[in-house]
């Protein structure tokens, strides 16, 4: 099995700076890959930000297997207690739906500021994920280009500004980047599938052979079909002699055909895939 490498002070350095900055906020807006919505979930952030409302964007529907996504939205909801809304943010009813989720979870937060005698103000939030879910495209799409910056505010740095939204809503401009610690090797190399972990932490080959064996377990047909593959067993090798990809050697150049693999279907190129099955954690 493929080896993911971690630098644990890198990782204690990026919970200190998301703890900082969910400190700020009144409502938190989570992203996830539904692709893999076990493993791209970050399992402490309760510990880092107790009683924080959270909306949980199932981002990357575009690229997942519909039959999955409510059946996985309906075991989060229950899980978190938080509401999750699947996206691909591609429509604008999706930034709307966003936005308004956001005020609602807010009201109760507000209303104690009014009955301590506080001046309203608009809700605070910000976007927090694994690497390369979507957070910048999130914030992008909820800022829209006639947004303007309304400064920092206390205990924020100057790097660090709040956008206002609409009247009702603030958000602060830069993603709370989730670090990636995981003990289990499984999911941090879905993660790796997923594009959410730097290529220097793994080996291409080992990813996709990975990867094959659950598409083949689950989308059998598909893989067979885009890489013309009939009677011959689903591997790296057999799809390099497929596609006439052979080193000076004679050999089939693997890294290509690897880097070819992880790339079509982080792209969607040979189906929409999910990777990861409810009864897997046994929740189900």
Not at 132 to 154: F, P, Q, Y
Request: charged content about 30%; proline content about 3%.
């Amino acid at each position: 099995m493929a080896h993911i490498h971690w630098y644990p002070g890198h990782i204690a350095k990026a919970q200190k700076q998301l703890k900082e900055k969910l400190n700020l906020v009144d409502v938190i807006i989570e992203i996830i890959d539904i692709r893999i919505p076990y493993s791209s979930r970050y399992k402490d952030i309760e510990k880092l930000c107790p009683n924080k409302k959270r909306l949980i964007l199932a981002n990357k529907s575009d690229l997942s297997d519909d039959n999955f996504d409510k059946i996985w939205t309906k075991i989060i909801e229950k899980e978190t207690n938080s509401k999750v809304l699947i996206t691909n943010l591609s429509k604008k009813s999706d930034i709307k739906l966003i936005t308004n989720l956001v005020i609602d979870l807010s009201k109760e937060i507000m209303q104690k500021r009014l009955e301590k005698g506080l001046l309203t103000r608009p809700t605070r939030t910000m976007v927090v994920g694994m690497p390369n879910v979507g957070k910048s495209s999130t914030i992008n799409r909820l800022v829209g280009r006639s947004k303007t910056k309304t400064g920092a505010k206390a205990g924020v740095t100057r790097q660090q500004q709040w956008v206002r939204i609409n009247d009702k809503i603030e958000l602060l401009d830069t993603p709370g980047i989730i670090p990636t610690i995981q003990d289990d090797q499984n999911q941090a190399i879905r993660l790796a599938m997923v594009n959410s972990i730097g290529e220097n932490a793994y080996e291409a080959e080992s990813v996709a052979f990975e990867l094959l064996k659950i598409l083949e377990k689950y989308y059998e047909k598909e893989i067979r079909s885009y890489y013309n593959l009939k009677d011959e067993e689903i591997t790296l090798e057999n799809i390099a002699l497929k596609r006439n990809w052979i080193l000076k050697q004679g050999i089939a150049d693997i890294k290509r055909t690897a880097l070819t693999v992880l790339s079509n279907f982080r792209e969607g190129k040979i189906g929409k895939f999910t990777l990861e099955r409810p009864e897997e954690y046994g929740l189900i």
